[in-house]
């Protein structure tokens, strides 16, 4: 009998065409939650936003590898994992620069209010009955990265043409890209001050879950935009919509959110001063089938009897 893999993505991301890779391998059947009575029987599972902790694991005995759909895997407990000897692996680098595409989309959306000038465009100008109002010049501001990783250098990549002052605050220094491409490290504080656009990069840890919450909105500037692409926990939601709805800060920018999908009654969504999209950053047909071959490379890795590539930092140099 062949092993069982369990997609739990739909095929718009992972296509036939990619998961056939596995077909001489496994079964391969594509799933939706709930899909416990085929947990017992799966080997590997290609997972999307589904959580995978003790309780998932508990009902998957023989399951041999996690590939997350992504490369953020907050959803996935690590430790539980390495106790089961399950591997965890994602999919890092192939989506970097369509999260930093998306992520300046979100600057420049904001900053020359591209919905509502589609709105006025299709609504009114013809009428004469509104105007757009101004939006803002990029040159001459402060772009401050919070974390300065694969996307976050990709971000500061595409932000050469800008005329900007560039500053970061992460746990580690970059002198590389400091060289590169004249980015400053400063502290917290003085990174909150400072930025007019602050572009949020960070993975979701238990330091970071929050990070921007009332304090941090306290210290910005009465211009600053937050932007968002990376997990909508880093922010507490309610504060910002505190801040922008007092007119505290100018605006933000999210891709994601605290509860996805955002339910219809999120106050940020009745605000004038957001531009929000639906966790959709890597989503572009490139990135995804990039992904898709990826997380199934890994599998199909594993069926092969190999260490999969693309283990999860914290499982670098263990073997099952
Ligand atoms: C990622 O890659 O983690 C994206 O946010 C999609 O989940």
Redesign the pocket.
């Known amino acids: 009998m062949k092993p069982l893999v369990l997609i739990s993505t739909d095929v718009a991301n992972v296509p036939e065409d990619v998961s056939s890779a596995l077909k001489p391998l496994a079964d391969v059947a594509y799933v939706k939650a709930p899909y416990d009575e085929l947990l017992g029987e799966a080997r590997a599972l290609l997972v999307g936003?589904d959580k995978v902790n003790e309780e998932f694991l508990r009902k998957a005995p023989h399951l041999g590898v996690a590939s997350r759909f992504?490369?953020?895997y907050d959803a996935v407990d690590v430790e539980a994992c390495t106790r089961r000897k399950v591997y965890v692996t994602h999919?890092p680098d192939v989506?970097s620069g369509a999260v930093a595409d998306h992520t300046w989309a979100l600057i420049l959306g904001f900053m020359r209010r591209i919905p509502e000038a589609d709105f006025i465009v299709r609504e009114h100008w013809a009428k004469k009955d509104r105007r757009l109002p101004f939006g803002w010049d990029m040159k001459g501001k402060t772009l401050g990265l919070l974390g300065l990783g694969r996307i976050g250098a990709e971000v500061l990549k595409r932000a050469q043409g800008f005329d900007l002052d560039l500053v970061y605050y992460d746990v580690m220094k970059r002198e590389d890209l400091e060289k590169l491409y004249g980015v400053r490290y400063v502290d917290f504080d003085e990174f909150l001050g400072a930025s007019d656009i602050i572009s949020v990069h960070v993975p979701l840890l238990p330091s970071t879950r929050g990070i921007i919450g009332d304090d941090a909105l306290s210290k910005m500037k009465s211009s600053a935009v937050v932007v968002n692409t990376s997990r909508g926990q880093v922010i507490d939601e309610k504060a910002l919509y505190r801040a922008l709805k007092e007119k505290r800060i100018r605006g933000a920018a999210l891709d994601v959110f605290e509860e996805e999908p955002t339910p219809l009654d999120n106050p940020l969504l009745a605000l004038d001063n957001v531009v929000l999209t639906p966790?959709c950053?890597?989503a572009t047909w490139e990135t995804r089938r990039g992904m898709a071959e990826m997380a199934v490379g890994s599998i199909k890795a594993f069926l092969e009897g190999r260490r999969p590539p693309n283990v999860v930092p914290e499982q670098r140099g263990l073997s099952f």
């Open positions: 936003g992504g490369v953020g999919t989506l966790h950053a890597s």
